[in-house]
């Protein structure tokens, strides 16, 4: 199985962008339409919301293909003062 490992630039990206973005499909729509089959699980169950929202430390499955969600690196848990 094939794994991605995808940072968030903010708190959370909608599944169909999420598949958009890992260059799983060519474009949002393109992405809800494979959602829309059942062919996606987050966490393990199957998801149909096409703009359900993907938080870090999800875990996305498309076919043989694991989408791991993590933290924005440059979020503000650093404090440099």
Do not use: P, W
Request: aromatic residues 2%; hydrophobic residues 40%.
């Amino acid at each position: 199985m094939q794994t991605i490992e995808f940072e968030l630039e903010g708190d959370y990206v909608e599944l169909n962008m999420l598949i958009k973005l890992t260059g799983l499909c060519d474009s949002g729509g393109a992405g809800k339409a494979i959602v829309a089959t059942g062919a996606v699980a987050v966490d393990g169950v199957i998801e149909l919301r096409k703009t359900c929202k993907i938080h870090a430390g999800q875990v996305v499955t498309l076919d043989d293909v694991e989408i791991h969600v993590l933290a924005d690196s440059g979020s503000a848990d650093s404090d440099s003062d």
